[in-house]
């Protein structure tokens, strides 16, 4: 890595996890491999870390997580289902978002290959034990056949994940690397947007 490598954002349920920072800095390594500088959500909250648990505690993070996307050239999203449930981290969701609304390239990475729709149908029946059952046909457009025991749909078919968000990455150019390893599916996306940042692999 040199001074002119490119900042990556480095984001997704990892920051919850009980080895958070040591998570990071193998990410980080292998970001300097592929000639990226990579970023992640803590860099920002120095002065955060030492306030309480509460409101102001979180928006503190908020907003240092948000100027970190400011200035990063690009982002890496992990995708993963979050809380045991088939949808990912709500507040990555909201980051790859922003990310698009600036203009920034992105790359996303998951250790399950699931479907969303086969994400959904197992949550359902491993909670509830309720299958999933056809969707009743109406004049609302669908991108789903199938509906959940509260009546919602279940969306998105044939994507990983909800298709704003997997829609997002693509719409920057980018794919979403699978891989049982994390760190092997985060390499994979790392050079993949090494390649597209012009860095060496």
């Known amino acids: 890595m040199t001074n002119d490598s490119p900042s990556v954002y480095l984001a ?10 040591a998570l990071f800095e193998q990410l980080k390594a292998i970001c300097a491999e592929a000639g ?29 997580d948000r100027a970190l996307m400011d200035t990063c050239a690009a982002g ?7 809380r045991r449930s ?21 790359e996303g990475y998951t250790v399950d290959g699931r479907l969303y729709g086969e994400k959904v149908r197992d949550y359902w029946r491993n909670a509830w034990g309720a299958p999933l059952v056809p ?25 990983l994940q909800n298709g704003m968000v997997e829609g997002f990455i693509g719409l920057s150019g980018g794919s979403v690397a699978i891989d049982a390893d994390l760190t ?18």
């Not at 949808?87 to 390239?105: C, N, Q, R, S």
């Not at 669908?142 to 044939?158: E, P």
Request: proline letters at 8%; a neutral charge.
């Open 184 to 201: 092997s599916a985060f390499r994979e996306a790392a050079r993949r947007l090494a390649r597209r940042l012009g860095r060496r692999l």
């Open 135 to 159: 969707r009743p046909l109406s004049d609302a457009p669908t991108s789903g056949a199938l509906a959940d025991s509260d009546g919602m749909l279940v969306h998105s078919d044939g994507l």
């Open 12 to 21: 997704g349920d990892l920051v919850f996890r009980p080895n958070a920072l």
């Open 36 to 64: 990226l500088n990579g970023v992640a959500p803590f860099d920002g909250q120095a002065e955060a870390r030492e306030l309480p648990p509460g409101r102001e505690t979180i928006l503190a993070f908020v907003r240092a």
């Open 86 to 106: 088939a949808d990912m981290d709500p507040g990555t969701a909201v980051e790859i978002g922003y990310m698009l609304g600036l203009g920034k390239p992105m």
């Open 76 to 82: 890496i999203f992990c995708i993963d289902p979050f």
